[in-house]
């Protein structure tokens, strides 16, 4: 049997698949777009914990805020979904396009715009990022424009990304036990 | 060594790296192809620097470490119990990660572009650290040779890390002495071989003196641990005449700069060599290889206490910028220096390499020609004046 083609440590026949049965089947296209899901649970302090499938990540606040530090911020985490989200859609057009991949890092950073309103002090402002940076490092197999384009894609098409740069619906709910 | 022109015009070691030989790098690191491959291609290279320097009237010619993957990572290759590893590999290592980075958000760099050899095994040698680069430079000059090597300080801090290296050695002190009899031996066989000039680098010694205070931290490498200045510096000399002493029949120098990596001056490091001097004249060195066309190495007046102490190659061209630098201005330069270094003492050189890093090259071959044409010419008028 012939050995499958790998590439970037993924198989391009297989996402080529993947990605044209997410258009051609109404099904998988269902499926891949959700509901996605994750549990938070208070653990004392500042600490929480994320439950998503199988997976858990834990969540802290830096010392300044007498938290432990037990863990990364939930704001430096959204940073880091973006940065992640990013290099997936970079990486699956790359390897869709055959373009090999050799390093990719990706620098974000952002501001908050009012974090007095998360503090209690401020009614009014943004507690939020007033704008996040992200710098893409590559070293790969392909031109420059190629990699701009590419680039392009996972930016225009990053899930976190667009969340976080479009006007997104937050439906809260709540209930006392 | 009998130079017997008054100021010798030389280089720092590195040239820039053509495209196709930077692929051809990439390719062998992959295993793409055989390392005879990718020599083949590094031999054309290496052709293009000698006569890129011959024709620009360069005394001291170097091979332009177009073998090297930078300026002393390249022994992973020529060592066993070294592993090459990138900074990013290294992160999960580093005990401060958010001043590390600081540090890269500063440099505006990945980290997976800094790369360290790292000992996670005993050291020893495989094959001679530069021996096939100096019989090739050798065998296609008949001018005056000078061989670039990472210098015993720089190698051993940038080896060691803990967590990786402390099984095969508990203390970086342990490593520096494997270090210091790698080096020796290699000193030896480059001798051997008619190599005139050996050049050991030590660009980690201004992070020591003008760096921030973290006990890891990476500029031209990824840093292990170091403890306060004036012990680093005691251990540098240290090192450094353990490894030459007794030696004789060959030219040594050390090159300290402020870091080549970028052609952002404001990312690099600056301060004048004053803090540094006292320790670096106990070195049992000929020369002391500096920059001093870049504002950042300060003012020459430091060298006010220690006349004629040392030779100096004088960095008299920044190999960062795109301005070829009048021969003009070199003389004004170098006859400001001549207040504290007789004729005789002073070699004319660029600053550092124009490529250190193989895939960071910091300008391009024919700038760097014109560059080192500008250093002959000024190096001319010197001795029409001085001879």
Excluded at chain 1, 27 to 42: D, I, Q
Excluded at chain 2, 93 to 119: C, H, M, N, Q, T
Excluded at chain 2, 147 to 160: A, C, D, E, V
Aim: proline fraction near 5%.
């Amino acid at each position: 049997m012939a050995e499958e083609k790998t590439l970037n440590g993924l198989r391009p026949e297989k996402i080529k698949a993947i990605t044209d049965s997410m258009r051609d089947d109404p099904e998988v296209l269902k499926g891949v777009s959700g509901p996605w899901k994750s549990r938070v649970v208070w653990q004392g302090g500042f600490r929480a914990k994320a439950y998503m499938r199988k997976h858990v990540v834990e969540m802290d606040e830096p010392e300044g805020l007498d938290a432990t530090d037990a863990a990364a911020s939930a704001h430096e985490q959204l940073l880091s979904a973006m940065g992640s989200c990013l290099t997936v859609g970079f990486v699956l057009n790359a390897t869709k396009r055959g373009v090999r991949i050799h390093d990719l890092e990706v620098a974000l950073e952002g501001n908050f715009a009012n974090i007095l309103k998360w503090a209690g002090h401020s009614p009014d402002g943004n507690p939020g990022y007033s704008a996040v940076k992200a710098k893409l490092f590559v070293r790969a197999d392909a031109d420059e424009k190629t990699l701009r384009e590419l680039w392009r894609f996972a930016v225009e098409g990053s899930p976190v990304t667009q969340t976080i740069a479009r006007p997104t619906e937050i439906i809260t709910e709540f209930e006392k036990i | 060594m009998a130079q017997k022109k008054l100021f010798p015009v030389t280089v720092v070691g590195s040239w820039t790296r053509p495209a196709w030989l930077v692929s051809a790098l990439r390719q062998r690191q992959a295993g793409e192809i055989t390392a005879a491959e990718f020599d083949a291609f590094a031999d054309d290279a290496v052709l293009a620097a000698i006569k890129y320097q011959e024709d620009a009237g360069v005394d001291i010619i170097a091979d332009g470490e177009m073998r090297r993957d930078n300026f002393y990572s390249f022994v992973v290759d020529k060592l066993n119990g070294m592993r090459l590893m990138k900074l990013s590999q290294l992160m999960d290592y580093v005990k401060d990660r958010a001043g590390f980075e600081e540090i890269l958000r500063a440099l505006d760099v990945p980290a997976f572009a800094i790369k360290s050899p790292i000992a996670v095994e005993k050291v020893s040698e495989r094959d001679g650290l530069c021996t096939d680069e100096a019989r090739f430079l050798k065998e296609h000059t008949h001018r005056a040779t000078k061989i670039p090597i990472p210098g015993p300080y720089l190698l051993t801090r940038s080896s060691w890390f803990e967590g990786l290296s402390d099984k095969a050695y508990p203390t970086r002190e342990e490593l520096a002495r494997d270090v210091v009899k790698i080096l020796r031996r290699e000193i030896m066989r480059l001798k051997d071989l008619g190599v005139d000039f050996i050049q050991l680098d030590e660009p980690s010694l201004s992070q020591v003196v003008y760096g921030d205070e973290a006990e890891q931290t990476f500029m031209c490498a990824a840093l292990g641990s170091r403890s306060d200045p004036t012990h680093e510096l005691e251990f540098a000399v240290r090192l450094m005449n353990e490894t030459v002493d007794g030696i004789d029949g060959v030219h040594f120098g050390v090159h300290v700069c402020r870091g080549n990596w970028s052609r952002k001056e404001n990312v690099l490091l600056q301060g004048n060599y004053g803090p540094l001097l006292p320790w670096l004249m106990r070195m049992n060195v000929h020369q002391l290889v500096l920059e001093m066309a870049t504002p950042r190495a300060g003012e020459i007046e430091v060298f006010k206490e220690y006349r004629n102490e040392k030779e100096l190659g004088l960095g008299v061209s920044n190999p960062r910028t795109d301005e070829i630098e009048k021969p003009e201005a070199i003389v004004k330069r170098v006859k400001e220096v001549l207040r504290y270094f007789d004729p005789d003492k002073i070699y004319l050189n660029p600053d550092c390499g124009f490529g250190t890093f193989a895939e960071r090259c910091v300008n391009s071959s024919p700038a760097a020609y014109h560059k080192l044409q500008a250093i002959s010419e000024a190096a001319e008028m010197l001795r029409k004046e001085c001879g």
